[in-house]
């Protein structure tokens, strides 16, 4: 074939480079985690996730707004309540953290996608996914309390609610408290294959959600199972799931293509806090790029398969990307 064929002959400039490009990120493939917490004026740095923030409800708006005005379209809730206790009942109450931000959100900015977070650990005294009963975390149960979770959500204005949690129903039994409130329109973006991952430290912190004795292997996927992400999905999918979503990225990244080749459904990937962290603190040692390197990142999870990428490094990408 040489030297009829030479490849180099397209990557001469960047203007060819783009030309024969086969994957684009846009900003609005980009979904920006923010935490809410309780109070007012309240912006404060996350230790173990540099750059990100602690936000009151008015700090929350501003941020958004920003977000809107660097390109981002689609936010994600994580709230941080005022208090704790071991069914987690600040997760339901309409005047908590997110449901006020819900709210707040549709009245200053309707344009954007709201998600939000529906599970226990934040809430929780004990940090797990739900109801404990003899240091174990009971399935059924905590499927009612996910369900009045969500369906406070979208009574606040949520666009979409997203389960976190990994108890085995609670697609089914959200979409039937959903409907059965005439919450049709609301969509369900499930966490569907949620693996029990070291990535997750930073979010701990954040979220001060650290379970308080075990962990949650009990109920999130082993790091070698690809197969059973299959499963998963598909019975999100025949839940009534409208998304479905691989967490973590970057090492799941033959998932997310498996789950979009099997199923070509909209898939998302959550790029987490530990990638997110590990390549800040790389960037701050000099030892990488992080605008090239974070943008080489979520190429590679939009190259994999994934529709929707979840990524704290969303308005840096948006402003690089446009």
């Known amino acids: 074939m040489f030297p ?35 109070g007012k004026g309240v912006r404060r740095e996350i230790a173990a996730m540099p750059g990100s923030y602690h936000l009151s409800v008015d700090e929350l708006l501003a941020e958004a707004g920003a977000a809107r005005d660097d390109g981002i379209r689609s936010l994600l809730l994580f709230g941080i309540p005022e208090r704790k206790d071991e069914r987690g009942t600040e997760a339901w109450d309409d005047s908590a953290a997110v449901q006020t931000a819900v709210r707040a959100l549709k009245d200053r900015h309707p344009e954007l996608i709201v998600f939000t ?15 404990v009963e003899n240091g174990h975390v009971l399935n059924d149960p905590t499927l009612e309390l996910l369900a009045r979770a969500a369906l406070s959500h979208a009574r606040a204005g949520a666009d979409i609610v997203a389960p976190s949690d990994m108890m085995d129903g609670r697609v089914a039994r959200i979409r039937e408290a959903l409907d059965g409130d005439g919450r049709h329109e609301v969509a369900i973006l499930s966490y569907a294959a949620k693996y029990a991952s070291a990535f997750y430290g930073p979010f701990r912190e954040a979220a001060g959600s650290t379970p308080q004795f075990g962990d949650r292997r009990g ?62 603190a790389a960037a701050s040692r000099g030892w990488i790029d992080r605008e090239r390197a974070m943008l080489e990142v979520l190429t590679s999870i939009k190259r994999a398969g994934a529709d929707v990428i979840l990524t704290y490094h969303a308005r840096e990408a948006a402003r690089l990307l446009a």
Request: net charge negative; with cysteine.
């Open 117 to 131: 977070d529906v599970c226990l650990c934040e809430y929780t005294s004990h940090g797990h996914c739900g109801i």
């Open 219 to 280: 109920y999130q996927m082993d790091p070698g199972n690809s197969d059973e992400a299959l499963l998963e999905v598909g019975l999100d999918l025949e839940e009534g799931a409208d998304i479905v979503m691989v967490k973590p990225a970057l090492a799941y990244l033959d998932v997310i293509r498996r789950v979009k080749d099997e199923f070509r459904v909209p898939v998302a990937a959550y790029n987490v806090s530990g990638e997110y962290s590990m390549l800040q």
């Open 4 to 38: 009829l064929t030479r490849p180099r002959r397209l990557r001469r400039s960047e203007a060819l480079r783009e030309l024969v490009r086969e994957t684009r990120v846009v900003p609005s493939d980009l979904v920006y985690p923010l935490f809410v917490v309780p």
